[in-house]
């Protein structure tokens, strides 16, 4: 015959066995409490500030609000003064000046094969009060492309950037590579933005 001992006993056994561990000072109990409260406190943080980071790289828009004009096809350009449409251009009134605003500067692939022609949609917004003008936009390589829906973006108003990232352009076999996108606007705050991709190829 199996003896079952109460629930009430070994309640009163772990119960001692907390109080032997805090009157002997040994503080490793505590220590482990402390760390696992820590722990939650720190996975709190990171998914608080991510969910943070992806609400402000969120731009809602309509697809009204996409501009289509004359387009722009940058490639990797080592000459600095090349594709410069508008040379000089300031803002009209320090008041109205253009912002620009991207959805994500930075995207990983992930894991590709060598021979894969990769795709990815930016969406560039002016959240400012005057026209933004992209002056020129060129690619850190060969093996990758940009193509803008226009150049000029009114106030309130959107245009699309799609990157495309050629891995068998070169070999990159068992590599981490990341590629950019350089763009120049008459934003006097962000005159420079930059916008870069990542992936691993097997």
């Known amino acids: 015959m199996t003896n079952k001992v109460p629930p009430s006993v070994n309640g009163k056994r772990i119960k001692h066995f907390l109080g032997f561990l805090r009157s002997t000072g040994n503080r490793g109990w505590n220590y482990v ?41 940058a490639i990797h350009s080592m000459d600095s003064s090349a594709g410069s449409k508008y040379p000089n251009i300031s803002p009209t009134s ?16 992930g894991e590709v094969n060598s021979d894969q022609v990769l795709t990815r949609t930016f969406v560039i917004a002016n959240m400012g009060s005057s026209a933004l003008i992209i002056l020129r936009a060129y690619t850190t390589c060969g093996c990758t492309t940009a193509d803008f829906t226009a150049t000029e973006v009114p106030p309130g108003k959107v ?9 068998g352009f070169h070999n990159m076999s068992g590599t981490t590579v990341r590629r950019g996108v350089m763009i120049e606007t008459n934003d006097p705050n962000h005159p420079i933005q930059e916008i870069w991709i990542q992936a691993s190829v097997k």
Do not use: W
Request: aromatic share 14%; net charge negative; glycine share 6%.
């Open 159 to 167: 245009i699309l950037m799609t990157l495309q990232f050629n891995t």
């Open 33 to 73: 409490i402390l760390g696992a409260i820590g722990g939650l406190l720190l996975a709190f943080c990171i998914y608080t500030v991510s969910l943070i980071n992806s609400t402000i790289s969120t731009i809602r828009y309509s697809p009204e609000d996409v501009v289509y004009g004359q387009k722009i096809h």
């Open 94 to 109: 320090s008041t109205k000046i253009p912002e620009f605003r991207i959805s994500e500067q930075f995207y990983d692939f």
